[in-house]
């Protein structure tokens, strides 16, 4: 079964700074996918960014990119110029490639981000 | 864009009475959806897997006859807790996937459910 951790519970920084949130994962696959949830207090689960395994360049969706390193089975989040409205809770997701899309998602723990004024 | 819609959105019911909540797929069609919960301050832990025409597949520790899933048709699946008792009380939350594998999956809005 894969895991997924997310090492930090909570991080505050300032509007306009830049953030990294961690995540790690164990799974014995070769091949999967990667997601960065947002859940904000409305609590619609929303889709950050993803990313391939096969793929070796990391994602990006214009403030958001990922520092996707396979050997250390890491993928993390840096969010640039954060805004007020980047506060939420964030969820690190795994799914594998079998099952045509059957399999449902695995989520760490989250991380609560506050972005301060 | 692949729209779920989830209702109800609350509900409040007496302990021992069964709730059916739904999850739709509006403009796409899904062959499988997913039902997630979520207590306060957690993640959300795969329930079960939703597949149209079939039996659900549930995830080890959940009771299938607490948690009941038809998949009727290509656009929804229901989800009834039976028999529900306080510590039912939850957010739900279903899932579908639109489109390529790499697409992730669109959530439904959730249904905060509490068993009085």
């Known amino acids: 079964a894969q895991t997924v951790t997310q090492s930090q519970p909570e991080m505050s920084v300032q509007e306009a700074e830049t953030v990294t949130l961690s995540c790690t994962y164990d799974?014995?696959?070769?091949?999967?996918?990667l997601f960065w949830y947002k859940q904000p207090p409305s609590r619609q689960m929303i889709l950050v960014i993803r990313?391939?395994?096969?793929?070796?360049q990391n994602a990006t969706e214009n403030r958001f990119s990922v520092n996707f390193q396979k050997a250390a089975k890491s993928f993390s989040l840096k969010i640039s110029d954060s805004q007020l409205g980047d506060t939420a809770m964030y969820f690190c997701?795994?799914?594998?490639?079998?099952?045509?899309?059957?399999?449902?998602?695995?989520f760490g723990k989250g991380t609560h981000l506050i972005i301060q004024p | 864009g692949a729209v779920v819609s989830q209702h109800p959105s609350r509900v409040i019911c007496k302990s021992g009475t069964s709730v059916k909540i739904e999850c739709r797929s509006l403009?796409?069609?899904?062959?499988?959806m997913f039902w997630y919960r979520q207590f306060p301050k957690q993640s959300l832990m795969l329930m079960a897997t939703s597949n149209e025409g079939s039996k659900a597949t549930y995830e080890q520790g959940v009771e299938k006859d607490k948690f009941l899933i038809n998949h009727a048709s290509l656009t929804l699946s229901t989800l009834t807790v039976t028999s529900a008792h306080p510590e039912d009380s939850s957010f739900y939350i279903c899932?579908?996937?639109?489109?390529?594998?790499?697409?992730?999956?669109?959530f439904g809005s959730g249904t905060r459910l509490t068993v009085v």
């Open positions: 799974t014995s696959e070769s091949n999967y996918y």
């Open positions: 990313q391939e395994a096969y793929k070796q």
């Open positions: 997701a795994f799914m594998p490639p079998s099952g045509g899309g059957a399999d449902g998602l695995t």
């Open positions: 899932s579908a996937r639109a489109g390529a594998l790499n697409y992730g999956y669109t």
């Open positions: 403009d796409f069609q899904a062959t499988t």
